[in-house]
Structures are given as structure tokens and as C-alpha cells.
């Protein structure tokens, strides 16, 4: 099992910036493949972006291309959103996900149900 902690949330101004942590602990993050996920009051959960155990992968949908940034530092366990150019419709509550991927290379998933591992989620407020 890994737990997975989201921090970074909070109310900005559109057009602003917001950097969303997700801190592992339990088990070997290098292990795991992760991503975020975000959820709007009234609408389903929907993929935000994934990066691959390494890191050297990543997959992002279209609304947020250019303006977000995945990453992740196994050395201290904590995977990231870097947020850009914040819209309107980017307020939601944001989620990092994980799974276990037992061999290496790079592989992703975009799919919520691929993903086992939660965080709490963190509100993200875009004021316009």
C-alpha cells in the first residue's frame, strides 16, 4: 500500500499559478506510476495528466496542455502539478492517484478506474 497526501490547494486569481504536491509514503514511490485528477461540483472525475514511474513520460489532456506541468522527485516520495495561466473552469477538487507498475519502462494510464492509490484532494478556487 502507498498513502498519498495532497497539499498545495487554494484561492487564486485567474490567469495566476498554483504548484499541488502529492507526498507518498508506505511503500516505494519509484514503484508507481501516477496521476492527477480533478473533479468539478456536478461533473465526474476527469484525467488531468500521468507520468510514468521514471518520470520520463508523461500524458496531459488537451484543455490543460501548455499550462500545466507533471512531475515527480522519487528521492522525496512527492510527485507535482505545477497549474499556469489558471482558468475558470480548472476550480475543481484535485486528486493524485498511483499504481503499482511491476516492471519498468513507461508505462501510463489515464483511466481512473487504472488507479488504486488515492489522495484527500485538494481545492483548487479560481476567482475571475
Known amino acids: 500500500q502507498v498513502q498519498l497526501v495532497e497539499s498545495g490547494g487554494g484561492l487564486v486569481q485567474a490567469g495566476g499559478s498554483l504548484r499541488l504536491s502529492c507526498a507518498a509514503s508506505?511503500?516505494?514511490?519509484?514503484?508507481?506510476?501516477m496521476a492527477w485528477f480533478r473533479q468539478a461540483p456536478g461533473k465526474e472525475r476527469e484525467f488531468v495528466a500521468a507520468?510514468?514511474?521514471?518520470?520520463?513520460?508523461?500524458r496531459y489532456t488537451d484543455s490543460v496542455k501548455g499550462r500545466f506541468t507533471i512531475s515527480r522527485d522519487n528521492a522525496k516520495n512527492t510527485g507535482y502539478l505545477q497549474m499556469n495561466s489558471l482558468k475558470s473552469e480548472d476550480a475543481a477538487v484535485y486528486y493524485c492517484?498511483?499504481?503499482?507498475?511491476?516492471?519498468?519502462?513507461?508505462?501510463?494510464?489515464?483511466?481512473?478506474?487504472?488507479?488504486?492509490?488515492w489522495g484527500q484532494g485538494a481545492q483548487v478556487t479560481v476567482s475571475s
Open positions: 508506505g511503500r516505494t514511490f519509484s514503484r508507481f506510476a
Open positions: 492517484a498511483a499504481r503499482e507498475i511491476p516492471s519498468s519502462g513507461s508505462v501510463i494510464y489515464t483511466s481512473n478506474y487504472a488507479y488504486d492509490h
Open positions: 507520468i510514468s514511474r521514471s518520470g520520463d513520460t508523461t
